[in-house]
Nanobody, 123 residues
């Protein structure tokens, strides 16, 4: 069982930046593809970004491409989401997730989830 704990959420003004972190309990963290998802009030959870264990590539939702950056530090068992140029529509609960698959962009492809961290972007 992989336990994931997100941190770094908060309230930020539009145009600002935040960095989310997700710490994993699993010793074999480097073997998992990691992803970030978000869920806004009244909306379905949506894919944000993903990175495989080797960090050989990254993939992003079109809505965040060029503004968000996903990265990971396998030695620290942590995945990050650097968010810049934030917009009010980025307001959501952000979740990190772990997948055993080499590539995973759909939430059904992920096996473990964190509890989420709230990000609120004000005008």
């Amino acid at each position: 069982q992989v336990q994931l704990v997100e941190s770094g959420g908060g309230l930020v003004q539009a145009g600002g930046s935040l960095r989310l972190s997700c710490a994993a309990s699993e010793r074999t963290f480097s073997s998992y593809t990691m992803g970030w998802f978000r869920q806004a009030p009244g909306k379905e959870r949506e894919f944000v970004a993903t990175i495989p264990g080797s960090s050989v590539f990254t993939s992003y939702a079109d809505s965040v491409k060029g503004r968000f950056t996903i990265s990971r530090d396998n030695a620290k068992r942590t995945v990050y989401l650097q968010m810049s140029s934030l917009k009010p529509e980025d307001t959501a609960v952000y979740y990190c997730a772990a997948s055993r698959r080499p590539i995973a962009t759909a939430d059904r492809q992920y096996d473990y989830w964190g509890q989420g961290t709230q990000v609120t972007v004000s005008l």
